[in-house]
């Protein structure tokens, strides 16, 4: 294990910002190698479709996208360490792992398990950035758990049948295992790999899972059954003893109750600032449109703890579960900034991304494309306004708040940037540029009382490259 205080990397502060927003100086207060072997397909992108022909390649070629380590829900701060889960490279390796580092001791230790990345429709020949492995931890007894290496799979998806009896991947640990020593935290500590949480329910067709923690510190799943254009999102409780039954955030083909069109939905469920959230893009099942993928920035929140009702609009309207017309969460069409564009041309396809402070100022964003143009978008409302306020002026990056102050954290030539606004406004201003150090080309981003953590990639070649953590001061 590499561990490496980065006093060398230089920051650029602009102090302005110090003075239109509540934040302080951040810092760079450590930096760890976790690993030389990060998965990452390397090679070309290839159609879609049921591949098992598909020849080997020289380079590990995908289907969707190139990334898969860091991706996904892959990064949970608990105490003194931090988990971050990633596929080991090169193409030929593939393994699940779960990397914890303690902050405290400065150790680092990697679990590594049976189960390796099957691949598109199990072929391991074409990568599948869509697999990630999400990981939890359940404040009640301490438990981790993961899920992993899922898209949308069943008895007939492939379908030869060949993932019948391996289609949803689920791994729980012993409890106390967050917290276990060093010396005691190994694959031992874990549960074999199985098909459910609860025995008795449909694991079948789930994809992207997200682990969440509510005001009572009870860990929630939030994942989506079904297509890119009929799906639903669906939660479950663990309660320290047990998983609960899913229940719907929506319904699952809508035109069979009264909707016009099936619909699926890209965004997010999170609880935030005390709340379970909402906020999403539609993807509809219409071919005549000037949408190819997505459309509308949607959002509503819930006064219910665990989020199975009490739903309502940013409005204060009351809307009920499941959503059968997402319509009433529409604040707002991106696409609406290409008027004219033709049937079946305009995209929105890089994730809404949206957060909300702690006196509830909601901020959106994502990037609409068409005929290789690119407009940011940022639509905000400050707290107690009615309307939202749209910008097409706004840094890239993914979005956080800390109390009343907005952050975008991303990328600028491969250097670590952090931009920070007041809530409720568009007044972004740069407070920290790395100028220095390792090259990264993605990574996801968590904030934890006052310290940022940046899992990233590093620019490398080949089907196996560095990964990082790097974890910052806020200066809150």
Same mark, same amino acid.
């Given at each position: 294990?590499?561990?490496?205080?980065?006093?060398?990397?230089?920051?650029?502060?602009?102090?302005?910002?110090?003075?239109?927003?509540?934040?302080?100086?951040?810092?760079?207060?450590?930096?760890?190698?976790?690993?030389?072997?990060?998965?990452?397909?390397?090679?070309?992108?290839?159609?879609?479709?049921?591949?098992?022909?598909?020849?080997?390649?020289?380079?590990?070629?995908?289907?969707?996208?190139?990334?898969?380590?860091?991706? $996904?829900?892959?990064?949970?701060?608990?105490?003194?360490?931090?988990?971050?889960?990633?596929?080991?490279?090169?193409?030929?390796?593939?393994?699940?792992?779960?990397?914890?580092?303690?902050?405290?001791?400065?150790?680092?230790?990697?679990?590594?398990?049976?189960?390796?990345?099957?691949?598109?429709?199990?072929?391991?020949?074409?990568?599948?950035?869509?697999?990630?492995?999400?990981?939890?931890?359940?404040?009640?007894?301490?438990?981790?758990?993961?899920?992993?290496?899922?898209?949308?799979?069943?008895?007939?998806?492939?379908?030869?049948? +060949?993932?019948?009896?391996?289609?949803?991947?689920?791994?729980?640990?012993?409890?106390?295992?967050?917290?276990?020593?060093?010396?005691?935290?190994?694959?031992?500590?874990? $549960?074999?790999?199985?098909?459910?949480?609860?025995?008795?329910?449909?694991?079948?067709?789930? +994809?992207?899972?997200?682990?969440?923690?509510?005001?009572?510190?009870?860990?929630?799943?939030?994942?989506?059954?079904?297509?890119?254009?009929?799906?639903?999102?669906?939660?479950?409780?663990?309660?320290?003893?047990?998983?609960?039954?899913?229940?719907?955030?929506?319904?699952?083909?809508?035109?069979?109750?009264?909707?016009?069109?099936?619909?699926?939905?890209?965004?997010?469920?999170?609880?935030?600032?005390?709340?379970?959230?909402?906020?999403?893009?539609?993807?509809?099942?219409?071919?005549?449109?000037?949408?190819?993928?997505?459309?509308?920035?949607?959002?509503?929140?819930?006064?219910?703890?665990?989020?199975?009702?009490?739903?309502? +609009?940013?409005?204060?309207?009351?809307?009920?579960?499941?959503?059968?017309?997402?319509?009433?969460?529409?604040?707002?069409?991106?696409?609406?900034?290409?008027?004219?564009?033709?049937?079946?041309?305009?995209?929105?396809?890089?994730?809404?991304?949206?957060?909300? +402070?702690?006196?509830?100022?909601?901020?959106?964003?994502?990037?609409?494309?068409?005929?290789?143009?690119?407009?940011?978008?940022?639509?905000?409302?400050?707290?107690?306004?009615?309307?939202?306020?749209?910008?097409?002026?706004?840094?890239?990056?993914?979005?956080?708040?800390?109390?009343?102050?907005?952050?975008?954290?991303?990328?600028?030539?491969?250097?670590?940037?952090?931009?920070?606004?007041?809530?409720?406004?568009?007044?972004?201003?740069?407070?920290?540029?790395?100028?220095?150090?390792?090259?990264?080309?993605?990574?996801?981003?968590?904030?934890?009382?006052?310290?940022?953590?940046?899992?990233?990639?590093?620019? $490398?070649?080949?089907?196996?490259?560095?990964?990082?953590?790097?974890?910052?001061?806020?200066?809150?």
């Amino acid at each position: 294990m590499t561990r490496l205080l980065l006093k060398t990397i230089t920051t650029t502060l602009v102090c302005a910002a110090l003075c239109s927003c509540n934040v302080g100086k951040v810092e760079l207060i450590d930096s760890v190698k976790i690993s030389d072997l990060g998965l990452y397909f390397d090679g070309q992108k290839v159609k879609p479709k049921d591949g098992f022909d598909y020849p080997d390649s020289p380079k590990y070629d995908y289907a969707y996208g190139p990334r898969i380590t860091p991706h $996904g829900d892959c990064i949970e701060v608990y105490g003194d360490y931090v988990f971050m889960t990633w596929y080991k490279g090169p193409e030929a390796v593939r393994n699940v792992m779960l990397s914890r580092y303690n902050m405290k001791t400065g150790s680092l230790v990697t679990v590594e398990f049976d189960h390796r990345h099957t691949g598109f429709v199990n072929n391991p020949h074409i990568g599948e950035s869509h697999n990630t492995i999400a990981v939890g931890i359940c404040p009640i007894d301490d438990t981790i758990h993961l899920l992993y290496d899922m898209h949308a799979y069943g008895p007939t998806k492939p379908l030869n049948g +060949t993932l019948s009896n391996d289609y949803f991947r689920y791994q729980i640990s012993e409890k106390g295992a967050a917290v276990a020593s060093d010396e005691q935290f190994s694959k031992q500590l874990f $549960g074999p790999k199985r098909l459910y949480l609860k025995k008795g329910e449909d694991y079948t067709h789930l +994809t992207y899972p997200y682990f969440h923690i509510n005001e009572k510190d009870e860990l929630f799943v939030r994942i989506r059954r079904g297509g890119h254009n009929n799906g639903k999102y669906m939660l479950a409780k663990y309660d320290g003893e047990s998983w609960s039954d899913f229940w719907d955030f929506n319904i699952l083909s809508a035109s069979e109750h009264g909707h016009p069109h099936d619909w699926g939905l890209y965004g997010d469920l999170k609880f935030e600032n005390g709340k379970l959230r909402a906020g999403f893009e539609t993807r509809l099942a219409i071919e005549t449109d000037k949408y190819k993928y997505n459309n509308g920035f949607h959002y509503a929140y819930s006064n219910d703890p665990e989020g199975r009702g009490e739903w309502f +609009t940013h409005k204060g309207e009351p809307v009920a579960l499941p959503i059968i017309d997402p319509t009433p969460l529409k604040f707002y069409e991106p696409g609406d900034l290409y008027p004219d564009a033709e049937p079946n041309s305009l995209y929105l396809t890089q994730g809404t991304d949206w957060t909300v +402070t702690e006196d509830d100022s909601i901020h959106f964003i994502n990037d609409a494309r068409h005929n290789g143009k690119s407009i940011d978008v940022h639509a905000y409302k400050k707290a107690g306004e009615k309307e939202f306020k749209v910008s097409t002026e706004v840094p890239g990056g993914q979005l956080y708040s800390v109390g009343s102050t907005v952050y975008l954290i991303g990328l600028e030539n491969g250097y670590p940037y952090v931009s920070a606004a007041q809530g409720g406004t568009n007044d972004w201003k740069v407070i920290y540029q790395a100028a220095e150090g390792p090259l990264f080309k993605h990574g996801n981003a968590i904030i934890r009382d006052g310290k940022l953590y940046y899992f990233l990639m590093e620019n $490398g070649e080949g089907s196996a490259q560095p990964i990082h953590l790097l974890i910052y001061d806020l200066g809150l």
